[in-house]
Structures are given as C-alpha cells and as structure tokens.
C-alpha cells in the first residue's frame, strides 16, 4: 500500500556551522532565542544568551553588537526612568538600549551593572566562534527627540515614540554591517516563529518577510553566514494550534523542542549528542534536586 505523508517537511541542511563542546556561542535577538539558549544551557554548551536582554529587530541587535565591540561604556546621559506615569510602583532606571529586565532602582546601580554586563559580553563575542541571532519583527519606534531606534520603550509615554516599518534594504544593511563586524564568526541568522498580531496577520507577515529578504541578501553577500528555518517549521511542520501556547501565539515547549530538535541534527555535530545526552540527565537532576 502506497505511503500517505500527511504534513509538510521542512527540508533543514548542513549550512557549514558544526557546533559542538569546543565551540562559544553567543546568542542575541528575540525572546525565541531565550528559550532556545535555555535549551543549549541545559546541554551544557558554552553559551552567552542575550547581554543586554531580549531584542527583537535588526537595528537593536545592530546597536548591541556594535556596542560590545566598541566597549564604549553607558553614561549617565543614557539612563532613563522606566514607567514614569506609574506613581504606584518604585521607580526604577534603564536605557533605550536595555531589556526591561535591565532595570535597578537607581541609575547607580544600573550602570555599574550594565557596564559590567558590557565588559563581560566584549570578552565572551571575542573568544566565541559562533553567533546565533534571532530576527522578531521589522517594526522598530524611533525616539524623537534623538531620532535614534530604541530596544525597548519601558513604557514611557507614546508621544516620546514613532513607529516605522524598516525596509528591506535597510534591514539588508544592518545584517550586513553586523557580518562584517564579525567576519571571524560563523553566524546563523533564523526568524523568530513568534507571530506579532498587534499588526494583525498581514501586518505580521509584511514584517516577516522583509527580515527573511534581508537574510537571503546577506548571505549572499556574506558567505560565513547562513539561515535555520525557525519561522517555517512553525508555520508548515507544526501548522495545528496543539503545538502553540495558550494564547495561540507563541509556541509550546513541545514545539520548542521539535524546532531546537531539528537545529541539532542541522548545526550541531553528530559526535556531541552522545555527551548532549549525558549533560541533560545531569542538568535534570540538578535541578531536581535545587527544588
């Protein structure tokens, strides 16, 4: 009897990245990329996730690495107070170029522990051979009064704000620039299968889609670059919402791991998964034992 395939495969090749026990990984971009460092944590690999907290378009994670090379270090100009108009909470101190988790009690303490944060990733992007980055979304808010693209709003006032859309050509120069700010790395570019519904289901796939182009003109500028289909293994492989979170948004643990999954077989070498194996049930018991 003639074999029925009931789904659509996601053909995942060997891009020429072969990660194992001896490799540094650092990985930036979107909350994606959280869960999938917690992952290659667990296994024990060597690995940086995110210095200065989740980012989500080109033009931030642009700025974070540019940042690190530079080891030019956070200001007092550039702390801001998160949430001003929330008279409720304490107050607390980040900047545009932070993760709301970045966020301390007084702008002190944010800049002694940014800058050490800064210090920390600049010796790790130096020592490291592969980076990892996560592409969420193209839409970006620029601040106003310095006209600069922001990380992260911390729920300031919208008026501070105006929203755009980055053109493929300009998401093209970002990746660009960062390749060639690493041009010793092995860099894996992936989008993000988070969709953004905020801009509703075609605003989410215009979005998508202009950081999928940049992608493919920056591998074909940048040869030490290539591309892990995160974004259509969602889509085509997990299509049923089973493999998506409550909200019908995010993807569940179970689908996390199909995809990380799918980035072993592609990127990670054949001789670590026995090891993988064995670091797993250690980190499991670890962890059962701290709780």
């Known amino acids: ?3 029925f395939e009931f789904r659509t495969q996601v053909g995942v090749k060997y891009e020429g990245t072969n990660i194992s026990y001896n490799s540094r990984i650092m990985m930036l971009g979107s909350c994606f990329t959280t869960e999938i460092g917690g992952i290659m944590k667990d296994y024990r690999f060597d690995v940086m996730v995110n210095p200065f907290g989740t980012l989500y378009n080109p033009a931030s994670i642009h700025a974070s690495v540019e940042r690190i090379i530079s080891r030019r270090p956070f200001t007092e100009e550039e702390v801001i107070q998160t949430n001003p108009t929330d008279t409720s909470s304490e ?33 790790w992007l130096e020592g490291a051979d592969t980076i990892i980055i996560t592409l969420g979304t193209a839409w970006v808010f620029v601040n106003n009064e310095t006209g600069k693209i922001v990380s992260n709003c911390h729920k300031r006032v919208a008026k501070e704000f105006t929203r755009k859309l980055l053109t493929v050509d300009e998401c093209t120069r970002l990746l660009t620039s960062i390749a060639n700010l690493l041009p010793d790395k092995k860099i894996i570019f992936t989008v993000s299968p988070i969709r953004h519904f905020k801009d509703g289901a075609h ?16 591998i074909k500028e940048c040869g030490w670059c290539n591309y892990f289909p995160s974004y259509e293994i969602m889509l085509d492989e997990l299509r049923d919402y089973r493999f998506y979170n409550e909200d019908m948004i995010h993807p569940s643990p179970l689908a996390i791991k199909y995809i990380f999954e799918k980035f072993k077989q592609s990127h990670i070498s054949g001789d670590a998964f026995k090891q993988m194996d064995e670091d797993l049930r250690l980190t499991k018991a670890e962890n059962h034992i701290q709780r």
Do not use: C, D
């Open 1 to 3: 009897m003639k074999e």
């Open 91 to 123: 107050k607390k101190y980040a900047s545009f170029s932070h993760h709301s988790a970045f966020a301390r009690g007084s702008a002190g303490e944010f800049l002694i522990n940014a800058n050490l944060e800064l210090q920390k990733s600049w010796e």
């Open 203 to 218: 605003g989410n796939q215009i979005s998508k889609s202009t950081l999928l182009l940049a992608i493919e003109n920056t």
